[in-house]
């Protein structure tokens, strides 16, 4: 009986999918049991066979490959449904509009700006008398977003908003704080002299593994190639250490649309070109790239590779 | 291969991703996609044995997934949610195989096995690789001949338990199922392999 139970929960144990308690039962019978010790061991001999058609992970060139043919489909591919999921949610709001005197006496006109706010205008005859708030209207442009309007008893009207304020801190770069606003600003300010700027000082740290993953991020997305340049040199460095700074710095050569980026990013790749991602890059980029600089150098560069062994 | 290249950033949490991709940002999908990209890639290479299948699949999938993430509510985790879209393109691959069989053309090789002479048509895209999907099939042929027997979800089942280690609860909500059906799928599977290998030693 014992037996049964336990042939039928081998393969799970070899999965291990079998829940605690079961699989410490099954050890137990496992060990005062040679019949089912042995079905064990020919379940786990089969699971050796099957790795014979091992899985494996996907080349960088053909990682590289997949994500641009996907990136030049996505420019020109739309979204479904996009208005449903801007900023400002109608079918929510509807939901936690409840109707009363209060509310009917106050208008919200919005601004489908495409998600940066929503601006908030009180129409009607009499406002609703609101507890808690500020004397004095809300400035307008510290308006953030609004969160919620529900009616409360009495005819009252709660509403949740953010506002916006700004604020100013000074540091070191040690300080945990400034390097948080530094990796911040090197992604989201709009202003590219400022991501300069913030790239440069991060450059400083590129121990740091967020610090590098910042640095990544400037030269794959940044959309200014002199940010892109700056990366790139703060990166150079770990070429050899890091596989991912490899495999980007692999990735901008490959495919980034300034040149002089990509021949910076050839240069770097100096130290690792005998690595046989780099290897096959080098190869396709020596038969067939349109820049005639960078085609040469690949062939320099693969003329010099030591032979596959 | 141990780290894989843009493995970067990793800890964005993908909800906060998710949503601003629900809002048009292509930038936040682009980086989404690199959450996962590498375990789809594996999944699809490892499922049909081809470079060029597995970067249709891949194309598919996202495009599929940038298109309908507006629909997308949370109710389960993104990584269920990619994981489903890209398992139900791989059993349609499955599917349509069994149906090509039929009238594809065949010619034997050198040990007198047979073979697709479509899967032998060499690739130009960028990435394929014709000469690793020769030695990969030649290598594994065995073992692939013998999944070749399954049906597309005990494939599917088995695929995704045995060799990328997903938990059978998320196996059966990949293929909206339950784990108990899971569970079956994978001991049928599993008998039909062994049986099948076992003929063929």
New interface residues.
Partial sequence: MKCEWVQENI??HV?N?LPDDARYELEQHLARCSGCAAELKAARK??A??S????????????????M???E??ET??????W????FDPSAWFQQIRFSPALAAVILVMGFTG?VGVTYKALGGKSPDITALPAGPVAEASIGGIRSITSQPGNQVSIKYDSISTQETHGSLNDQRIQQLLLFAARNNYNSGLRMDSVDLLMQQPNDT?VR?AL??AL??DSNPGVRLKALAGLGGYVKDD??VR??V??ALMQDSNPGVRIQALHLLDPVRADS?VRVVLQ?LAESDQNPYIKSQARLEVAQLPEID | MGHMAGQSLGRIDDSLLVREAQRGNRAAFEELVRHYDQAVLRLAMHLTGSDHEAQDIYQEAFLKAYKSVGNFRFECSFYTWIYRIVTNLCLDHLRKRTVRKEDAPVATDASGESYDLIDRVPDARSGANPERDLMRRELGSRISRALQRLTPRERMVFELKHYHGLKLRTVGEVLNTTEETAKNTLFRATQKLRGALADMR
């Fill in positions: 393969l799970l999965y999918e089969f699971h066979v099957l014979d058609l091992p899985v494996e992970e996907p080349t960088p060139n053909l990682l590289a490959a997949s994500r043919r996907l990136q489909a996505l591919t739309a979204q479904n449904g996009m449903r999921r801007l900023m998600g967020h993953e990544i991020y794959r997305y596989v991912r495999d980007s692999l990735e991602s396709k």
